[in-house]
């Protein structure tokens, strides 16, 4: 089994559409959990942060984490053709230099106009 | 305000041949830094890490080697490339002292070995 679980996709979606995206894990050390957003042939840029559970909201982006289900989501909300992207949820049991990221392997997100 | 450098963008390079990847950050002292692999399907893939001038943790036995001759530089070599070594390759950085899972990553180095 995987440590950190993520629906390949594709997902399609219409323009304004409430979109969600979702990621399991295994490990119950997870405490910091992370969502990239990657268009094509670019390097994943860092979307939301969150810290052990809870939800945090920032513009159309909200991050869930439901730490006793082992369960993280991002919801877009009125989603845009220019969100059309690869989502890359992200984790670590703890911060510091050595610390190692587990990514998953990503959610192609196309939101047709 | 920081950014991150990768050079060059893509490479076609024939098995067996040497790999010289580079990787610079401005607007930072002594910043973490990393070398991750992207493979179609596979999620990104953690190759080295590094904490200061000379110092590479590798997580992956493999034929690649890193090294950082300078604070803010970070190069990723092979001597011998294989078809296996095919993919996206991105340097990433995180602040010194800081929260390491905070990572920022570089427009990465697109690999094709034939």
């Known amino acids: 089994q995987k440590e950190v679980e993520q629906d390949p996709g594709p997902l399609s979606v219409p323009e304004g559409a409430i979109v969600s995206l979702n990621c399991t894990y295994s490990n119950s050390a997870f405490q910091y959990f992370m969502w990239y957003r990657q268009y094509s042939r670019k390097g994943p840029e860092l979307l939301m942060y969150?810290?052990?559970?809870g939800n945090k909201e920032d513009g159309r982006f909200t991050a869930q984490v439901d730490k006793s289900s082992k369960y993280i989501s991002l919801f877009i909300r009125d989603s845009q053709p220019s969100d059309s992207a690869t989502y890359l949820c992200?984790?670590?049991?703890?911060?510091?230099?050595?610390?190692?990221?587990?990514f998953g392997t990503g959610t192609l997100l196309a939101v047709q106009p | 305000s920081q950014t991150i450098h990768q050079w060059p963008a893509t490479l076609v390079q024939p098995v067996g041949s040497p790999l010289s990847l580079e990787c610079t950050v401005e607007?930072?002292?002594?910043?973490?830094l990393y070398w991750y692999r992207q493979a179609a399907g596979r999620g990104l893939q953690l190759l080295f890490y590094s904490v200061g001038i000379g110092q590479i943790s590798s997580e992956v036995p493999q034929n690649l080697s890193a090294s950082r001759p300078q604070d803010r530089q970070f190069i990723l070599s092979s001597k011998k490339l294989l078809l296996s070594d095919s993919g996206f390759y991105l340097c990433a950085w995180s602040s010194p002292g800081g929260r390491g899972d905070t990572q920022y990553f570089g427009p990465g180095t697109r690999l094709t070995v034939l």
């Open positions: 607007g930072t002292s002594n910043p973490n």
């Open positions: 969150t810290y052990s559970s």
């Open positions: 992200a984790m670590s049991p703890y911060g510091g230099a050595t610390n190692k990221l587990i």
